[in-house]
């Protein structure tokens, strides 16, 4: 293996997507039905192998709150990357997704990004038709995820890992 690479990623995304839940099942394998609002910043990291590569990554999990989000803007200077997260169960997330995609694009420039559709153990329940999903998909590098299952999650984090090694 050669030399560790360190990054800071930020999840961003509107509140209750599940951000917090994806780092937390990414980082500890653990999952939590007890809601709680993100204030402010929580930091994380995880070690992730790609290829003969280790990747540090440092997992900034924004707050969802949209009144903060000039606040939590800020947070973004110096990152390497951002998940971004999406509710498949309210189509509107995905809607916030784009919009703090695009502020994210003004601060970071042309950095990785891996889009996430989270909740896909409540596929049954999803607002996003199968047209949609493909017209993400050919914009995207898109993972449908479950926080709860622990289904995608481990393979969008590698992939944003595989990115920033590309860069």
Same mark, same amino acid.
């Given at each position: 293996?050669?030399?560790?690479?360190? %990054?800071?990623?930020?999840?961003?995304?509107?509140?209750?997507?599940?951000?917090?839940?994806?780092?937390?099942?990414?980082?500890?394998?653990?999952?939590?039905?007890?809601?709680?609002?993100?204030?402010?910043?929580?930091?994380?990291?995880?070690?992730?192998?790609?290829?003969? %590569?280790?990747?540090?990554?440092?997992?900034?999990?924004?707050?969802?709150?949209?009144?903060?989000?000039?606040?939590?803007?800020?947070?973004?200077?110096?990152?390497?990357?951002?998940?971004?997260?999406?509710?498949?169960?309210?189509?509107?997330?995905?809607?916030?997704?784009?919009?703090?995609?695009?502020?994210?694009?003004?601060?970071?420039?042309?950095?990785?990004?891996?889009?996430?559709?989270?909740?896909?153990?409540?596929?049954?329940?999803?607002?996003?038709?199968?047209?949609?999903?493909?017209?993400?998909?050919?914009?995207?590098?898109?993972?449908?995820?479950?926080?709860?299952?622990?289904?995608?999650?481990?393979?969008?984090?590698?992939?944003?890992? %595989?990115?920033?090694?590309?860069?």
């Amino acid at each position: 293996m050669t030399v560790l690479e360190k %990054h800071k990623v930020c999840l961003l995304g509107a509140t209750g997507v599940g951000k917090t839940s994806l780092v937390m099942r990414f980082v500890r394998s653990i999952f939590s039905d007890a809601y709680q609002t993100t204030i402010g910043t929580k930091i994380e990291s995880k070690h992730v192998v790609c290829g003969d %590569h280790v990747v540090a990554l440092v997992l900034w999990d924004l707050s969802g709150e949209d009144e903060f989000q000039r606040v939590r803007l800020s947070y973004l200077r110096g990152a390497a990357g951002y998940l971004l997260v999406a509710d498949g169960t309210r189509r509107a997330t995905v809607e916030t997704a784009m919009a703090l995609h695009d502020a994210a694009m003004g601060i970071l420039g042309d950095v990785p990004r891996v889009l996430v559709l989270n909740k896909a153990d409540l596929r049954a329940f999803w607002e996003l038709d199968a047209a949609y999903e493909r017209e993400l998909a050919s914009r995207w590098t898109l993972f449908e995820t479950s926080a709860k299952t622990g289904a995608g999650v481990e393979e969008a984090f590698v992939a944003l890992g %595989h990115a920033l090694l590309q860069r």
